[in-house]
Nanobody, 116 residues
Framework: QVQLVESGGGLVQPGGSLRLSCAAS????????VGWYRQAPGKQRELVGT???????NYADSVKGRFTISRDYGKNTVYLQMNSLKPEDTAIYYC??????????WGQGTQVTVSS
């Protein structure tokens, strides 16, 4: 079982920035893909973006050019840098990792609120 501990959420004004972190209890040696999802009140969970082992990224159209996913193999940590935040980015953000072999795992979620 892999534990994912997220941090970095909070309240930010529109136009501001936040960086979310997600630390895994298992080494990234066999990591396949990492990603972030989000769920706003009353809505389904949606993809924010993913990053493969080979460096290929995929972002939702709504965050392209504003959000960036990265990973640190030495720290077994995934990051989500969020810039130019908008009120519609308000949601609970979940990190997700896929190990091959090993399966996929979810973080517990961290709240991001964008409001003036």
């Amino acid at each position: 079982q892999v534990q994912l501990v997220e941090s970095g959420g909070g309240l930010v004004q529109p136009g501001g920035s936040l960086r979310l972190s997600c630390a895994a209890s298992r080494s990234f040696f066999s990591i396949n893909t990492v990603g972030w999802y989000r769920q706003a009140p009353g809505k389904q969970r949606e993809l924010v973006g993913t990053l493969t082992r080979t460096g290929i990224t995929n972002y939702a159209d709504s965050v392209k050019g504003r959000f960036t996913i990265s990973r640190d193999y030495g720290k077994n940590t995934v990051y989500l840098q969020m810039n130019s935040l908008k009120p519609e980015d308000t949601a609970i953000y979940y990190c997700w990792v896929l190990y091959t072999p090993g399966g996929d795992y979810w973080g517990q979620g961290t709240q991001v609120t964008v409001s003036s």
